[in-house]
């Protein structure tokens, strides 16, 4: 009892230290308006503006760039206001906050939530990495799609994680523990994403969020790719990497143990890895897939043992990030609802295929659906440059195949990393069946 204490007294510990800042910070940045447009004056270029949460009306001016086709009327949208304009009410980009819902994309995100509920039961992950740029290429704003994930995220993190811990998976005092710093990283990360909604608007988050994925997938995804390879053709077992036996060599205190993963080290070791799977989840909705490598690689757990303590993390970070983007006012929660209606079931499901498969598999599934997903964020990078005017105007032809290739990447990753699951799981149920028969016959 005395060693859950100090557990939860270190986790919850950075809560207390950056809440007060937390609250004070919670709302939009100061050239982000938030409200509705109810009437528009084409002639003269102007809109009447009504912000969230007030009977306050404001005239603003349509920027140069902006034509009045742009406008849509008593929606809920985001207005970035031009810095360097004389007069401070100038409109530099406008963008509809929470889209309409027809029957195809209720449907369309009702099967994103079942896949990543999928991979977030069966690689650790809160598949936020599959869901993020799935509701962005919905229409959903970048930052609206990453704090509705979020907001998601953390009941279905904690569903998998008792799963994960029934099935004697998951090391609570390794979760805790990365948690803690991990809260830190989520701050970090928060402020991050509203720095850049400040100075640069929707356009400059969705190509900040692009970048980040493309980059990190990539990197991550094509290691973890390498190491399931090379696994699977020796004998399937899993070593500890050679970094992480140099880590667990360094007698740095406080010395921790951790059961479950059969791991001792120094806390020091988790602070980064916690810190920066927290600071990823925050500003592009994913942390999972830097925490159950960080585990893997840098602490020296096994792939079962990280892709279910992950989800202990995942359920942390998720609950104080929604807090967070709440505050924002960003959350769209019909998203969050969809999302997780469909979620619930594939994490269980997710958790169970763990039981009857091998660690590489594990890795296998996570790095193709990365390296799909880098190609879908991609593409998607050269049309956001352009929004930005940081580049030369590109033809719309070739705009539309970017998009198109965006979209079936993206239709690709859900697809694969959903056929390589099920697969897996049979296989492995059917294996188990006939080795019970083996022993009943014997």
């Not at 033809?395 to 993206?410: K, M």
Request: with cysteine.
């Amino acid at each position: 009892m005395k060693k859950l204490l100090i557990i939860l007294m270190f986790a919850l510990l950075p809560l207390s230290l950056v809440a007060q800042s937390a609250l004070a910070a919670g709302g939009p940045p100061k050239d982000i308006l938030k409200g509705k447009i109810t009437e528009m004056n084409v002639a003269e270029r102007t809109v009447v503006f009504q912000k969230d949460g007030t009977e306050e009306m404001t005239t603003l001016v349509l920027g140069e760039n902006m034509k009045p086709e742009d406008i849509r009327l008593n929606k809920k949208v985001l207005i970035s206001l031009d810095k360097h304009a004389a007069a401070g009410n100038v409109m530099k980009e406008v963008s509809v906050m929470f889209m309409n819902l027809t029957g195809s994309k209720l449907l369309a995100l009702l099967v994103i939530g079942l896949i990543g509920g999928l991979l977030s039961g069966f690689i650790g992950s809160g598949g936020a990495f599959v869901m993020t740029p799935a509701m962005m290429s919905l229409g959903v704003p970048g930052a609206v799609a990453v704090a509705s994930n979020m907001c998601h995220k953390f009941p279905k993190a904690m569903i998998g994680a008792y799963k994960r811990w029934k099935y004697g998976q998951a090391d609570i005092k390794l979760g805790m523990v990365m948690a803690g710093t991990a809260i830190i990283g989520v701050q970090i990360g928060i402020e991050i994403q509203k720095y850049i909604m400040d100075h640069f608007g929707s356009a400059g988050s969705n190509l900040y969020i692009s970048t980040v994925f493309m980059i990190v997938l990539v990197f991550v995804g094509g290691y973890v790719f390498y190491d399931a390879m090379k696994l699977a053709k020796g004998d399937g077992k899993e070593t500890v990497s050679k970094l992480a036996l140099r880590m667990q060599k360094i007698q740095l205190a406080p010395m921790m143990h951790f059961k479950t993963a059969k791991v001792t080290i120094s806390a020091w070791i988790t602070v980064p890895v916690g810190v920066l799977t927290g600071m990823l989840a925050a500003t592009i909705a994913v942390g999972g897939f830097i925490g159950v490598p960080g585990m893997i690689y840098v602490v020296g757990a096994s792939a079962i043992v990280a892709s279910a303590t992950e989800l202990i993390i995942a359920f942390v970070m998720g609950a104080w990030g929604s807090v967070q983007w709440g505050l924002s006012g960003l959350i769209d929660i019909r998203l969050s609802l969809l999302l997780l209606a469909t979620s619930l079931i594939g994490v269980q499901l997710g958790a169970l295929g763990t039981t009857y498969v091998k660690d590489y598999i594990i890795k296998v599934v996570m790095a193709t659906t990365m390296l799909i997903v880098a190609v879908s964020r991609g593409v998607k990078i050269p049309g956001y440059l352009v929004d930005l005017e940081l580049t030369s105007p590109i033809d719309p032809g070739t705009i539309a195949l970017f998009e198109s290739i965006s979209f079936w990447s993206l239709i690709l990753a859900l697809g694969s990393a959903g056929l390589i699951i099920v697969v897996a799981m049979v296989k492995g149920m059917s294996a188990d069946r006939q080795s019970k028969k083996a022993l009943a016959g014997a």
